[in-house]
């Protein structure tokens, strides 16, 4: 059970070294100017689908019934389309430190929909591990922005709203679709649900794609794209169902306060900062934060505990 467990949270915890180490290439990809946020997005998409079309002829084929390929598409909506497409145009409106910023409230909407749809309970050392992890995560997000500031890219509340309407839609994937991701492998799972993004995404990016010249676009940046379609997406995406499937949602979202770490990382290498002694604090309060929610009791865990209490009062009734 226990190897189980560290396998969901080395899964997450991979799926989110990747996005964090994405975002380096996403950013010189888009600050060329020659491809747009829609058309990057839709290679993901495309490229992804294709690439888990290719790796399926080397896994066991399964079975999809109708119902849950059904249940697949509105799972891409949520958990890949709405996500991502809210989120490029909200960071488009808005700052990149706003964006950061709302993007740790996600573990706190999964909680909230969890303690909705799953009866999950909302513990004070959940509550305490998520507080913990998401001023860890600020103050690395509010340390580099004195770096960020002078990129001319100012606050705006319809974008802020956009990110937090992505967050909000990975939440109701995790959440809502943590059955169905159980019942199939990932691959399986993937492949269907990156075709129906592709699918949905390119009508809106046709125009764009259109325009692009591919034969003059440098070979840095084919590399950038190759490094955001299979490492940021194809093999984050093979890992996030492992850790979605074994961890509880609010544990499983908790992993988002990596990436912060990752930028910061990346920064301090590229020599654009420095690391100082706030950065190991706020890694530390990270993971402290992470560890906390999973030490936090799940709904099977109570029920367990109240049912071996009522037991033991009834046996204690039976001895008088």
């Known amino acids: ?8 949270h080395l899964a997450m915890l991979g799926a989110n070294l990747l996005w964090g180490c994405m975002s380096p290439s996403s950013k010189i990809v888009l600050s060329s100017g020659l491809v747009n946020a829609i058309s990057l997005t ?6 992804a689908a294709a690439v888990f079309w290719i790796a399926s002829l080397f896994t066991k084929d399964e079975h999809v019934s109708h119902q849950d390929l059904v249940k697949l598409f509105f799972a891409a909506l949520f958990g890949i389309v709405f996500n991502q497409g809210s989120y490029i145009f909200g960071v488009s409106l808005t700052s990149p430190i706003d964006a950061t910023i709302v993007a740790t409230t996600t573990p706190i ?27 860890g995560a600020l103050l690395l997000i509010l340390s580099g922005q004195q770096a960020v500031a002078g990129n001319g890219n100012g ?27 159980s019942r199939y492998s990932p691959v399986t799972l993937m492949k269907w649900m990156f075709t129906y ?11 764009s794609i259109a325009s692009i010249d591919f034969l003059r676009l440098p070979t840095s940046i084919y590399l950038n794209i190759a490094v955001v379609v299979l ?6 995406y093979l890992l996030v169902p492992i850790g979605q499937r074994i961890l509880r949602p609010t544990v499983a979202t908790m992993y988002n306060y990596v990436q912060p770490i990752v930028a910061s990382a990346i920064t301090v290498l590229v020599g654009l900062d420095t690391f100082g002694i706030m950065k190991c604090i706020s890694i530390a309060l990270v993971f402290s934060g992470v560890y906390i929610v999973t030490q936090s009791k799940s709904k099977s865990q109570l029920d367990a505990y109240k049912a071996q209490k009522e037991l033991q009062e009834k046996q204690e009734l039976i001895r008088k």
């Open 109 to 135: 909407i999964t909680m909230i929909i969890a303690a909705f749809y799953l009866k999950e309970p909302v513990t004070g050392k959940k509550i305490l591990g998520i507080f913990v992890g998401a001023i």
């Open 42 to 47: 839709t290679f993901r998409m495309l490229g």
């Open 1 to 8: 059970m226990k190897s189980n467990a560290y396998k969901g």
């Open 231 to 236: 490492g940021g997406t194809f093999f984050a």
């Open 197 to 207: 993004s592709a699918i949905c995404t390119i009508p809106f990016s046709y125009t």
């Open 155 to 181: 606050s705006n509340i319809w974008g802020d709203i956009l990110c937090l309407v992505a967050q909000c839609c990975f939440s109701i994937y995790v959440v809502v679709y943590k059955g169905l991701i």
